[in-house]
T-cell receptor, first 112, second 114 residues
Framework: QQQVKQSPQSLIVQKGGISIINCAYE??????FPWYQQFPGKGPALLIAIRPDVSEKKEGRFTISFNKSAKQFSLHIMDSQPGDSATYFCAASHSGTYKYIFGTGTRLKVLA | DAGITQSPRHKVTETGTPVTLRCHQTENHRYMYWYRQDPGHGLRLIHYSYGVKDTDKGEVSDGYSVSRSKTEDFLLTLESATSSQTSVYFC?????????????FGEGSRLTVL
């Protein structure tokens, strides 16, 4: 079954700390791995995405680390800020499909 | 922000009644999706469309039907609402397939079935 397992379910981090959210997948055909950020009362929005031909992608304070052999990828938020408090979803898809498979989400709270 | 409008934004209904949620886009994107969001389950795909009159089932399609007669509108119908369909429903659009395309989400429709 095509699943994406996400952990932890919730995370509390001090301001300035590093937030780490992990995802694991089973389907080796997946070749696109986006992360979405959702604020309360809003729809999710694309944060950053990676393809398996690279092991890391960085955009500002947000970094995706990708381990193809372990079928895992993670989101690192450096210097976490209270404004980063949101729910984060990892997702996966593969070429030729119209469908994204989402993880179950991680609720991040950054304490001021 | 992508031009996506969901209506109604909030609805309370009773078990057994039909409900239709509407998604309207002004981006002329080819792909449209309906997801439901529930605690502990994340976002689950109900149905999607890859063109006018072209639709297919997602992972939780039982009890739901969709229609897309125009590029800009994608309707989700609950034939006979049940309490298990209480959820927040999100419409999303994309101008390309899932291997390259960013999903743009609406602001959601909160449905309560009593």
């Amino acid at each position: 079954q095509q699943q994406v397992k996400q952990s932890p379910q919730s995370l509390i981090v001090q301001k300035g700390g590093i937030s780490i959210i992990n995802c694991a997948y089973e389907n080796t055909a997946f070749d696109y791995f986006p992360w979405y950020q959702q604020f309360p009362g809003k729809g999710p929005a694309l944060l950053i995405a990676i393809r398996p031909d690279v092991s890391e992608k960085k955009e500002g304070r947000f970094t995706i680390s990708f381990n193809k052999s372990a079928k895992q990828f993670s989101l690192h938020i450096m210097d976490s800020q209270p404004g980063d408090s949101a729910t984060y979803f990892c997702a996966a898809s593969h070429s030729g499909t119209y469908k994204y498979i989402f993880g179950t989400g991680t609720r991040l709270k950054v304490l001021a | 922000d992508a031009g996506i409008t969901q209506s109604p934004r909030h609805k309370v209904t009773e078990t057994g009644t039909p409900v239709t949620l509407r998604c309207h886009q002004t981006e002329n994107h080819r792909y449209m999706y309906w997801y439901r969001q529930d605690p502990g389950h994340g976002l689950r795909l109900i149905h999607y469309s890859y063109g006018v009159k072209d639709t297919d089932k997602g992972e939780v399609s039982d009890g739901y039907s969709v229609s897309r007669s125009k590029t800009e509108d994608f309707l989700l119908t609950l034939e006979s609402a049940t309490s298990s369909q209480t959820s927040v429903y999100f419409c999303a659009i994309s101008d390309s397939g899932a291997d390259t395309g960013e999903l743009f989400f609406g602001e959601g429709s909160r449905l309560t079935v009593l």
